[in-house]
């Protein structure tokens, strides 16, 4: 019963990942007119 809250939070955040798509977007490249700034963050999580 401890770990309870931390279970169901884990699994609403799971269910709302998947329910969004966010496994198919993560797949795109940098797409906007801001795409010099996502390349930079990717840049700089990839270090």
């Known amino acids: 019963m401890k770990y309870l809250p931390h279970i ?3 699994v609403c ?3 709302l990942i ?3 798509g ?3 977007i993560l797949q795109y490249g940098p ?3 801001h795409s ?3 390349a930079d963050g990717a ?3 990839l270090s």
């Open 31 to 33: 797409i906007s007119v």
């Open 18 to 20: 998947f329910l969004y």
């Open 43 to 45: 840049s700089l999580s």
């Open 13 to 15: 955040f799971a269910a």
């Open 8 to 10: 169901v939070f884990g």
């Open 36 to 38: 010099w700034r996502q």
């Open 22 to 24: 966010y496994p198919g």
